[in-house]
């Protein structure tokens, strides 16, 4: 059986309790900012070097409150942290995606990222992609993690 991979990623709430999504370009769907560690790479690392490539955010390692690892998809787990952060602290006007990729098409290089929003819990199914919607509905409440969160 081939060896699951693992994606890392941050949940980062508000203090209202929304969750940042990122958009990711040209398609429907909207994400957490996360993805595969370099090796050699602790899971927090990974995570939080995803999160300033795909958004331009930068926490501390300290901030974030390691979650686990949740089984994603068939071949891919979730390695996540999450964190609350102030309105001063995060802006969406100021996210910016660094990390680029050929498009399917032309080549041409597009942000991975290209929008960023504050979902309210109950209107995550709406954004979400499917997997992350069932990982919120099923394994991870955003409302037990807002309550647990400083």
Known sequence: M??????????????????????????SHWDIPKG????????????????VEET???????????????????DKDLHLFAVRVTEAEVRLEDCICESYFPRRRDGTMI??????????????????SRS???LFQTTLSLAELHQTLD
């Open 132 to 134: 992350l919607a069932r």
């Open 56 to 74: 331009g955010i930068v926490l501390p390692a300290e901030r974030l409150k390691d979650l686990g690892r949740f089984v994603y998809r068939r």
């Open 111 to 128: 942000p991975e990222m290209d929008a960023y929003r504050w979902v309210s819990q109950t209107d995550v199914d709406e954004y979400a």
């Open 2 to 27: 081939a060896e699951r991979t693992v994606s890392c990623g941050v949940v980062i709430l508000n203090t209202q309790g929304d969750v940042l999504l990122c958009h990711a370009t040209e398609t």
């Open 36 to 51: 595969q560690g370099e090796e050699g790479e602790e899971p927090v690392e990974a995570a939080l070097r995803e999160l």
